[in-house]
């Protein structure tokens, strides 16, 4: 853990180089967007109009809270979209253990996707071992089913040496992806943070912008900056835009 602390501080003074990001078209940009419904008034109703329009436009995922994932997995099978829940969400100060249990119980109802928030206090606290051990127990229980797992950060509550730990704790634990933001706290995504994380994490693992990505230059700059993923529900909006 020393050793990441000290690449953290060197990340601080000069960040690695990495190669210009290729571009993305427009016809590329729906197979990259988790179509995301997480209001905490979402019906089954509104939930249904998006995987629909998941299998309609081949989005990547559909982004739901776990109460949905048997209901997503059900209309979707057969699709490209995935099933993705969140868990721990949306502050993250949930115990380990019950975001492994959460985990459990929503890939065994049809999650192909989990979208994880870490331990945002404890990071601030410099509690490193703590978050690590976290963020590795949920890993290892989506891995065990050849699930994904998306670590999101909160990146408006953090700052910059703690946003280049959580990447570096994220990458030890063998994540899939790190993610920017909930879309429920201060702000969204930046590309000045897009960049950060893509950096530090490097070319081969993957980085989702998420919250306030509303628009088709809103996704193609965080795809530019080094996104592989987006997380929106505007999913419908950029599509359409893309397209025309």
């Known amino acids: ?10 990340y601080l003074v000069q960040l690695p180089e990495l190669p210009e990001m290729k571009p993305v078209s427009n016809d590329q940009v729906a197979s990259l967007i988790d179509h995301t419904i997480l209001k905490p008034e979402a019906t089954p109703e509104q939930v ?5 329009e998941a299998r309609e436009y081949s989005f990547a995922a559909v982004c739901v809270n776990p109460i949905f994932i048997p209901q997503v997995a059900r209309l979707l099978k057969g699709s490209p979209a995935k099933a993705c829940s969140v868990i721990g969400f949306p502050l993250g ?9 959460e985990t459990r ?4 109802e049809g999650a192909q996707e989990v979208d994880m928030v870490l331990s945002i206090g404890l990071l ?23 699930v994904a797992l998306k670590v999101i950060f909160e990146n408006c509550l953090l700052e ?51 919250g306030g990505v509303r628009s088709l230059a809103d996704a193609q700059a965080m795809l530019k900056a080094g996104a592989n993923r987006l997380g929106t529900s505007a999913g419908l909006t950029i599509v359409k835009e893309a397209l025309s």
């Not at 119980?105 to 065994?108: F, K, L, P, T, Y």
């Not at 490193?128 to 891995?143: F, G, N, P, R």
């Open 1 to 10: 853990m020393k050793e990441m602390v000290e690449q953290a501080k060197a």
């Open 48 to 52: 249904e109009k998006l995987c629909l």
């Open 93 to 101: 100060a949930s115990l380990t253990r019950i975001k492994v249990e």
């Open 105 to 108: 119980i929503v890939i065994e």
């Open 124 to 146: 601030k606290a410099r509690e490193y071992e703590q978050v690590y051990e976290d963020i590795l127990a949920v890993t290892q229980a989506c891995h065990q089913h050849n």
């Open 160 to 210: 910059k040496e703690e946003k280049i730990m959580a990447c570096l704790l994220s990458q030890s634990a063998g994540v899939d992806f790190v993610k920017t933001s909930t879309g429920f706290s201060k702000a969204g995504a930046t590309v000045e943070d897009i960049d950060l994380m893509r950096r530090v994490v490097g070319p081969a693992m993957g980085v989702k912008a998420a």
